[in-house]
């Protein structure tokens, strides 16, 4: 049974930083593309960013770029997202998936945890 539990959420001010974790279980790490959605209330559930299982690369939404991080540790089977600089508009539910194929698409994700909240105060 695949797993997917987000930690690290929280409540921090503007210009802050959070790092979110997710622990992944019951399936192939390594075979798999990692990646954070968001989804604010009344929004659709967007990309932020994520780790190709194809090249190792690392994806992001323009929103994110040069304030957030995403890396893993394979040996602790863990992907990260390193929030840096946050913004109000970055209040959402923050939610861990791993896919087989694609990569920004929500679509294309098999898994899915149970969402962690994060809430930037201005």
């Known amino acids: 049974q695949v797993q997917l539990v987000e930690s690290g959420g929280g409540l921090v001010q503007a210009g802050g930083s959070l790092r979110l974790s997710c622990a992944a279980s019951?399936?192939?790490?390594?075979?798999?593309?990692m990646g954070w959605f968001r989804q604010a209330p009344g929004k659709e559930r967007d990309f932020v960013a994520a780790?190709?299982?194809?090249?190792?690369?690392?994806y992001y939404a323009d929103s994110v770029k040069g304030r957030f991080t995403i890396s893993k540790d394979n040996a602790k089977n863990t992907v990260y997202l390193q929030m840096n600089s946050l913004k109000a508009e970055d209040t959402a539910v923050y939610y861990c998936?791993?896919?087989?194929?694609?990569?920004?698409?929500?679509?294309?994700?098999?898994?899915w945890g149970q969402g962690t909240q994060v809430t930037i105060s201005s």
């Open positions: 780790i190709s299982r194809r090249d190792g690369g690392s």
């Open positions: 019951g399936l192939t790490f390594s075979g798999h593309t």
């Open positions: 998936a791993a896919a087989r194929t694609g990569l920004f698409l929500s679509t294309s994700y098999n898994y």
